[in-house]
């Protein structure tokens, strides 16, 4: 059940940034449902290890590099999700800040309810 939780978090997120941010589009729903997906997948398996090579880089910069390898995730799943398209590197970097701070404020309303 909380998989399907976060799921649906990250998909709102996306949502938000597909709606706020210039050069994020999504064809449909199913696109961001699928968009969402990925990321999570691919938040699971690669951002780990992303984070913990370019960790150097994040400690230098107080964390905002931080960023950056979120805007990367963001990117990798526009390419491997049909109908999610992002215009360049700083639509991913917005994006990546958008999903962030909504996905962190639906964290929270629903972890309080729980």
Do not use: H
Request: neutral net charge; proline residues 4%; hydrophobic residues 60%.
């Amino acid at each position: 059940m909380k998989l399907i939780v976060r799921w649906l978090i990250n998909a709102a997120a996306l949502y938000v940034a597909v709606k706020l941010v210039p050069g994020i589009e999504a064809s449909d729903t199913q696109a961001i449902l699928v968009a969402a997906l990925v990321i999570g997948l691919i938040n699971a398996t690669l951002k780990p290890i992303a984070v913990l090579l370019t960790l150097p880089l994040t400690v230098i910069t107080l964390g905002l590099f931080y960023l950056c390898v979120n805007a990367a995730m963001l990117y990798l799943t526009a390419a491997l999700t049909p109908g999610f398209q992002l215009a360049g590197f700083g639509s991913a970097m917005l994006g990546a800040i958008v999903i962030s701070i909504v996905g962190m404020l639906l964290g929270g309303l629903v972890e309080k309810e729980d």
